[in-house]
């Protein structure tokens, strides 16, 4: 923790030294898009996108879940994605997930989540599987992935959107291991790298 401190502590002198950018600008009210995924320390959107600040609005969840929209019920993450699409007009929409996540081997293997009774629960009850949940756990994560895009689809903002052709959405998977980032075909149901 105290590196992080004194990290934060000096931040200032390297952004007024020119060696680090605090905001953009250009892109200050106008990010390029939002970026969805998981709370993972491992994945970080501004290192595997190259956005500086001011360039990726973010909304971060265990396990990147987006809940099921349902009119009149108050979610953190159904502000978060209403202020992108309806405020800022983001026009595309990143959600982004990977391999090695807690909160998918948690949906697959529940007694790991013994302990976080709330963490399960948000799965679960967010979470529905299309179809029998795959064997191997990168497929899990990505069936997971889909299942998210789904529900995000379902945002009558989003919807009304995407049917204009005003906004886009893209699934990405993101291998920690590899750094490889492959995109979801909707058509297809294939991945291929980006
Ligand atoms: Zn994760």
């Not at 179809?131 to 998210?148: F, I």
């Amino acid at each position: 923790m105290q590196s992080l401190i004194d990290h934060a502590r000096t931040f200032h002198q390297k952004v007024s030294g020119g060696r680090e950018q605090a905001a953009s600008p250009r892109h200050g009210v106008s990010p390029q898009a939002m970026f969805v995924t998981c709370s993972d320390a491992q994945v970080i959107p501004s290192l595997i996108t190259g956005a500086r600040p001011g360039e990726l609005f973010e909304l971060r969840t265990a396990g990147n879940v987006i809940p099921p929209y349902r009119l009149g019920r108050l979610t953190a993450e159904a502000a978060t994605i209403e202020y992108a699409v309806n405020i800022l007009g983001v026009r595309d929409v990143i959600v982004c997930g990977h391999t090695r996540c807690g909160a998918v081997q948690g949906r697959v293997r529940s007694w790991t989540l013994r302990s976080a009774p709330t963490t399960r629960w948000w799965l679960l009850q967010t979470h529905r599987w299309r179809e029998a949940p795959a064997v191997a756990e990168e497929d899990a994560a990505r069936a997971h992935l889909v299942a998210q895009l789904d529900k995000l689809r379902r945002y009558p903002r989003v919807a009304r959107r995407l049917a204009a052709g005003r906004l886009r959405l893209h699934g990405w998977f993101y291998e920690v291991e590899t750094g490889v980032v492959s995109n979801y075909h909707p058509d297809t149901g294939a991945f291929t790298p980006l």
